[in-house]
């Protein structure tokens, strides 16, 4: 049960449900063509040509309207906004072209299958041969359609997940298909609702494949869009109000058109503020341009979202890093061991690990810094220091705290907006359990 809880609770049960209900709607519309152009033939009959064309052109108007209709449900919302117009045409162009000559090779396929079973009317065993080759037919074209939706997103990754979502999906419709002919006892019910089944299952699997594989995501956790999620593709992602943002937080005019971007390198997303005046927060404290981590919780005007990142890997990572293990995750304040030159000897001390002592800091967002017994602990803007704090009130070598004899000592290294030990002013206090230090407009709390 638990091991399941972190995979339960990644998916977007959102996104599966309103992909799911696009493909069944695409599946239910394209079934109107298909019907007008196949109605009162049979698959034992000799067809014209004109009505096998009208037949594949019919089904890859099929294919079209549920690649269309899963592809304009992207931003898991009833709102006819123009950009889910324009994902709805590129998908469904996209789709159709590749059904066409999908939709041929499939019913090539499903001849010949039934003529190797020696396939007719009656014909004892022949049962299986039908069955088989509607499966191969609806697999192939739910690949197909798979990765026509992929393709019409600008991703190959995205072709690749669409393509094994629509093989799985076009395995589960081609299944129940005759099943459902054999309850309905009407060709005309069966095809109705085997093609809302495809597109359902198609829409489904689709999206089932891309939450199970995403890598990085936000969580609206307050706000106008409060538990909407949002996953993170491709190498930016911005963030704002304007419509065409691939993350549109609307209803707030405290957020500006293009409010802030993520970008990811790697395994590695940072994020950097667009708004001059607004700015963007992380874990309580402005920004310009941060490194995200698990966990850590965005702020644009009045809405409120977590940032979410897959920690197999970075599980692994930490292991390695014993140090930063010890500091809690954070987007805007980072530990950092410090590098000590070569002694008088000749020994270069910075491959030793730094003796780490009982006190630690927790800031405003609830992490915890530990500080240096054998050296003083530097807090600054500046990366070379052993806290890092990424907001432009701190001053690039802002503050240190030293063990001596003990005690801990605060000590302002100059900064221009102060250190503070709770409504004073200092440049150099003693530390006791519970103090609350400011640095600039960053709050942290001493224990020891």
Same mark, same amino acid.
């Given at each position: ?43 034992? #009959? ?20 549920? $690649? ?6 992207? +931003? ?15 998908? &469904? ?8 000559? #999908? ?10 299958? @039934? ?12 049962? *299986?041969? *039908? ?8 697999? &192939?074209?739910?690949?197909? @359609? ?18 094994? $979502?629509?093989?799985?999906?076009? *395995? ?32 489904? &699997? ?43 937080? &609307?209803? =707030?005019?405290? /957020?500006?058109? !293009? ?50 990142? !897959? ?11 014993? /140090? ?7 987007? =805007? ?27 630690? *800091? ?8 530990? @500080? ?11 990366? =070379?220091?052993?806290? /890092?704090?990424? +907001?432009?009130? /701190?001053? !690039? ?30 440049? #150099? ?20």
């Amino acid at each position: 049960m638990n091991a399941l809880s972190p995979i339960s609770e990644a998916v977007d049960r959102r996104e599966l449900s309103f992909k799911a209900l696009a493909g069944l709607l695409g599946g239910a519309i394209g079934w109107i063509p298909v019907e007008i152009a196949t109605h009162g033939h049979s698959i034992t #009959e000799q067809q014209s040509t004109a009505s096998i064309v009208a037949g594949i052109v019919s089904v890859a108007i099929v294919a079209g309207m549920i $690649g269309g209709m899963i592809l304009a449900a992207q +931003d898991n919302s009833l709102q006819l906004t123009s950009a889910a117009k324009r994902r709805f045409l590129i998908g &469904f162009a996209v789709c159709l072209v590749l059904a066409l000559p #999908e939709t041929y090779y499939s019913d090539l396929i499903f001849s010949k299958i @039934l003529s190797a079973g020696g396939w007719r009317i009656g014909h004892q065993g022949s049962e *299986l041969y *039908l069955v088989a080759g509607r499966l191969i037919g609806w697999a &192939f074209m739910g690949l197909m @359609l798979g990765i026509g939706v992929g393709l019409a997103s600008l991703s190959l990754p995205n072709a690749l997940k669409g393509g094994l $979502g629509g093989l799985v999906g076009g *395995l589960v419709g081609g299944a129940g298909f005759d099943l459902i002919g054999r309850v309905s006892q009407s060709g005309l019910a069966s095809r109705l609702i085997g093609f809302c089944v495809i597109g359902l299952a198609i829409g489904f &699997f689709i999206g089932l494949v891309h939450q199970l594989t995403k890598s990085a995501w936000l969580v609206v956790e307050a706000g106008r869009l409060k538990g909407r999620q949002f996953r993170l593709e491709g190498s930016a992602t911005t963030l704002g109000r304007a419509e065409e943002n691939p993350i549109g937080l &609307f209803g =707030d005019p405290g /957020v500006q058109p !293009r409010h802030a971007i993520i970008t990811r390198q790697g395994d590695t997303y940072s994020l950097k503020n667009l708004a001059v005046q607004a700015g963007t927060f992380v874990n309580g404290n402005r920004v310009e341009t941060v490194q995200l981590k698990d966990g850590d919780r965005l702020k644009i005007s009045n809405y409120e979202l977590t940032f979410h990142l !897959r920690t197999d890997r970075r599980t692994a990572q930490a292991q390695l890093r014993p /140090v930063q293990m010890a500091s809690p995750k954070s987007s =805007d304040v980072s530990a950092q061991p410090e590098l000590a030159p070569a002694n008088s000897t000749g020994t270069d001390r910075r491959a030793a690990q730094p003796a780490i002592a009982n006190a630690y *800091l927790v800031n405003a967002g609830g992490q915890r810094f530990p @500080l240096r017994a054998d050296a003083p602990t530097r807090i600054g803007r500046a990366l =070379d220091n052993d806290i /890092v704090v990424s +907001d432009a009130s /701190v001053s !690039r070598h802002h503050a240190s705290i030293e063990c001596r004899n003990g005690s801990y000592l605060l000590r302002d290294l100059g900064s221009q907006n102060g250190t503070w030990l709770g409504d004073r002013r200092v440049t #150099e206090a003693s530390l006791a359990g519970g103090d609350t230090l400011r640095l600039g407009d960053a709050l942290f709390t001493f224990h020891a």
